[in-house]
């Protein structure tokens, strides 16, 4: 059955690339793999179990096959979420599907529980471990789904430098801005000093813990 899975997944991911999440059927799954779409839910269940196993094969993909064990936290943490942007930009469609799915199944949590394991190795509070993942998740996913999208740029400058050309006073600080609007954007190095800042905000929540936050008690411990 596991051969199949992996075969019906296989099937899924080549057509979201073709024709993009809403493309995605399972009908067109089934024909792919050439069997009855019913005969698809013996191995993935419905269209929610489908996705669920594409945000798993997608995520498993980005971990090394050596855990990168020997690596600093921040090491483990950049790699990761390096492969997150190379990822989405060559599947656009990953981004809205990861934003829309929290990780259920077995490979798709190995990918967070790596991201826990280097938070916790930081020193990072066990009540701030949750929060600091979504806020790398939300980061990453966000800034490459903004980039593939063309949020970010239009195949050209980028696009925000027309704001310069506002009514002079009604926007000072755009005004004060414009030459920094008109530059073509360095998405690559932007990313990376995004990604610094990041981690020295990881490191500030370690801080914190330093300076006698200890925040709140877990659940069911004394309040």
Do not use: C, N
Request: aromatic share 4%.
């Amino acid at each position: 059955m596991g051969g199949r899975r992996e075969e019906i997944l296989d099937a899924a991911l080549a057509i979201a690339d073709e024709r993009g999440l809403d493309g995605l059927s399972m009908r067109a799954v089934a024909e792919r793999v050439g069997v009855t779409p019913m005969a698809l839910y013996r191995h993935v269940g419905g269209k929610a179990e489908l996705l669920d196993g594409m945000v798993g094969r997608l995520l498993s993909a980005l971990l090394p096959p050596d855990r990168q064990g020997d690596r600093r936290w921040d090491e483990r943490l950049a790699a990761l979420a390096r492969a997150v942007r190379t990822m989405i930009r060559r599947h656009p469609w990953a981004a809205p599907l990861l934003f829309s799915r929290p990780a259920v199944t077995p490979d798709a949590v190995r990918t967070v529980d790596v991201i826990y394991t280097a938070l916790i190795e930081a020193g990072v509070p066990d009540h701030e471990v949750p929060r600091l993942e979504r806020m790398i998740s939300t980061f990453v996913i966000g800034f490459a789904a903004s980039e593939v999208s063309g949020r970010f740029t239009s195949g050209g400058p980028d696009p925000r430098g027309h704001r310069g050309s506002l009514p002079e006073g009604e926007f000072p600080a755009h005004a004060r801005l414009k030459p920094w609007l008109r530059l073509p954007a360095d998405l690559a190095t932007e990313f990376e000093a995004d990604l610094e800042d990041v981690l020295r905000l990881i490191e500030a929540a370690v801080d914190r813990r330093a300076d006698g936050d200890s925040g709140p008690s877990a659940p069911g411990g004394a309040a």
